[in-house]
């Protein structure tokens, strides 16, 4: 089993920053592709920020305003947002993707993030 557990939401306004948090536990597979997805209310959940093997990929809405990052010794990954908009209002959702034998993917609970003067 792999548990993810994610932390760092809440309610911001915006142009202001919040930086998401995501530990993962048991039997991580290795190796993996670590991702920060959203959905917002009435909308499919998407990718927002992936990291694998120091590759990094951004969804063209967050390019420039988000980072993401890992810490590989403690298995955590990180979305730093900046600049942030309303439009990225949504439940954020911390993802680790197995690419090798057969694909499977684990989810944390989500943190909900708000963007709101």
């Known amino acids: 089993q792999v548990q993810l557990v994610e932390s760092g939401g809440g309610l911001v306004q915006p142009g202001g920053s919040l930086r998401l948090s995501c530990a993962a536990s048991?039997?991580?597979?290795?190796?993996?592709?670590m991702g920060w997805y959203r959905q917002a209310p009435g909308k499919q959940r998407e990718l927002a920020a992936s990291?694998?093997?120091?590759?990094?990929n951004y969804a063209d809405s967050v390019k420039g305003r988000f980072t993401i990052s890992r810490d590989s010794t403690k298995n955590v990954v990180y979305l730093q947002m900046n600049s942030l908009k309303p439009e990225d209002t949504a439940v954020y959702y911390c993802?680790?993707?197995?690419?090798?034998?057969?694909?499977?993917?684990?989810w944390g609970q989500g943190t909900q993030v708000t963007v709101s003067s």
């Open positions: 048991g039997s991580i597979p290795s190796p993996n592709t």
């Open positions: 990291i694998a093997g120091g590759v990094t």
């Open positions: 993802n680790i993707h197995r690419f090798w034998g057969v694909p499977r993917d684990y």
